[in-house]
Structures are given as C-alpha cells and as structure tokens.
C-alpha cells in the first residue's frame, strides 16, 4: 500500500491566536445573553406606579355644610377613603351619608376602580355626589 505517514506541525503562535479568538466568541456571547435578558423584578417600576401615595381630599357642600372626602393611596392602590370632618349634627342632618361613603369605599377599595360603582337605591343623588368627590381626589392622586 501506498500510504504515507503525514506529520502535522502546529505552530504554538496559531494554537495561541486560536485560544484568544474563542475565548473572546465565548465572552462575546456572554455579555449578549447578560445584556439582552428579560429581568423580572418585584420591585414597582415607575409605570407600575398609579398613584403618588398620600392622603388627598376634596370638597363637597350639603345644604350649605362643607365635607371634605379623604383618599389614602399607596403607589399601586387605593387604601381607604373617609369623611374627614362629619360632625354629629351633620351626621343627624344626613343619616345615610355615613352609610353610602361605606359603600362605596368598600366597592372601590375592593375593585381598585370607580368604574360600575352600584350606587345606594335609597340615596341615589348623594351617593353620586360622594362618588364625584371621590374621582376628584383620586384624580389628585393619579401619577400624571
């Protein structure tokens, strides 16, 4: 047979060229998967962030007394809204204002939303007035 023994010399300078090239493809794609990787965070971002947190108010008259509807958010949610100064002779004057803000506040607290409040049959027009006051401080709150 006529096969020859073939020798193969590899000079130590290409086997060196040859390590730093990869080893550079192997960074290259490192610093690409680092760079381009979806991070998921627990932490709120800004546009998470829905309300400036604080307690805001707003004003509303009836039969000629001032009441004044506080919100109390945090950045992502409505925490509890109130009445802040309802008085016993105003609460004697409007027995079912207290129980309408509750209604309320208890809907919107748990749907985080003003959207498909269903408003008391039994005051009607003071039930909307209060939710009026309401969008107007959450509105106050709102990031912009």
């Known amino acids: ?50 309300y400036t947190p604080g307690i805001y108010t707003s004003s509303l008259t009836l039969n000629n007394t001032n009441l004044e509807v506080e919100v109390t958010v945090d950045e992502s949610q409505i925490k509890a809204i109130r009445l802040s100064n309802l008085d016993e002779s105003t609460a004697t004057m409007f027995p079912l204002l207290q129980p309408a803000i509750e209604n309320i506040a208890d809907q919107i607290c748990k749907t985080q939303s003003t959207d498909n409040i269903s408003l008391s049959s039994e005051t009607p027009y003071t039930s909307q007035i209060l939710l009026d006051a309401i969008n107007e401080a959450i509105e106050k709150a709102a990031v912009h």
């Open 1 to 50: 047979m006529g096969s020859k023994t073939k020798i193969v010399v590899l000079h130590m300078k290409e086997i060196i060229y040859t390590l730093i090239f990869a080893a550079l493809g192997i960074l290259l794609i490192i610093l690409l998967v680092i760079m381009f990787r979806f991070e998921h965070s627990s932490a709120p971002t800004a546009s998470a962030r829905l």
